[in-house]
């Protein structure tokens, strides 16, 4: 991985990527001054087109706004039909990590190799109804899995378990894969998935729902090193 905001991020792991999809973007500067400050590692992007799922978030101007507010590496989650088409723009407005659902297109590998040249690290995204032989056959072209532990499209839903069995799975076949994971990521689920083998952990409501994200950080992060599965 010769990218080196997506090698930074890496190395931070276990890290958590805060989802800046329920963030007050009345306030997107101090929002992001507020992470920095509370130490995160990375920031996570949710881009959503109303057609690959039944929600719009936000596109490229709002990538490029918060690119021009810090260095943190950005981790683009596309929920986008025909991600290939906007991978050029997206690495324009300053995605680091690009990450895209295996369900959203036919043919995985072009649009791999087409992020790949864009200098981006590349990730697939799994639904949770999508089994893991989605991805299994591209592992060594890829830097990511990203395993959903909820249906793409909103944030606050319950945590499916079913994203456990998958990062141990994954975990299982390939130990230096990165694995990140998405979706009712909280205090009661964090440890479970940094068991199961997770590396990046997403989180959109414990943070935001809360009036102090500095502690809600902390308290997540405790708990990750809690359930080290390095440590004895
Ligand atoms: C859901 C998004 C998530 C979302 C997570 O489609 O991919 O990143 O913001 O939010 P919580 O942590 O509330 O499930
Ligand atoms: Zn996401």
């Known amino acids: 991985m010769t990218n080196p905001r997506v090698k930074q ?6 890290a958590i990527l805060p989802s800046l999809l329920q963030c007050d973007f009345g306030n997107l500067e101090r929002e992001v001054r507020r992470l920095e400050d509370d130490g ?10 109303g057609v690959f ?3 719009i978030s936000y596109g490229m101007p709002i990538v490029d706004a918060i690119r021009k507010l810090t260095d943190l590496p950005l981790d683009v989650h596309l929920m986008i039909q025909d991600p290939g088409k906007y991978a050029q723009a997206f690495s ?4 680091d990590l ?8 036919d043919e995985i590998a072009p649009v791999i190799d087409n992020v790949r040249s864009l200098n981006m690290g590349t990730g697939l995204v799994l639904n949770p109804g999508t089994a893991i032989d ?10 990511v899995v990203l395993v959903m532990s909820v249906d793409a499209g909103f944030g606050g839903q319950a945590f499916n378990p079913v994203a456990i069995d998958k990062l141990k799975a994954l975990r299982a076949i390939k130990p ?3 694995l990140e994971i998405d979706g009712g990521v909280n205090l009661e689920t964090i440890g479970s998935c940094r068991e199961a083998g997770a590396d990046l952990f997403v989180v959109g409501s414990a943070i935001f729902r809360s009036s102090d994200y500095a ?3 902390e308290r997540l992060r405790a708990e990750v090193q809690r359930h080290d599965p390095h440590s004895s």
Do not use: S, Y
């Open 92 to 95: 324009d407005a300053g995605a």
């Open 53 to 55: 799922v039944p929600n």
């Open 134 to 143: 989605a991805v299994t056959p591209f592992l060594d072209q890829i830097d």
């Open 215 to 217: 502690a809600a950080l």
């Open 40 to 49: 995160c590692q990375g920031l996570h992007l949710d881009v959503m087109d």
């Open 9 to 14: 991020l890496f190395e931070a792991a276990p």
């Open 98 to 105: 690009l990450t895209f659902h295996v369900e959203a297109v």
């Open 176 to 178: 230096d894969l990165i």
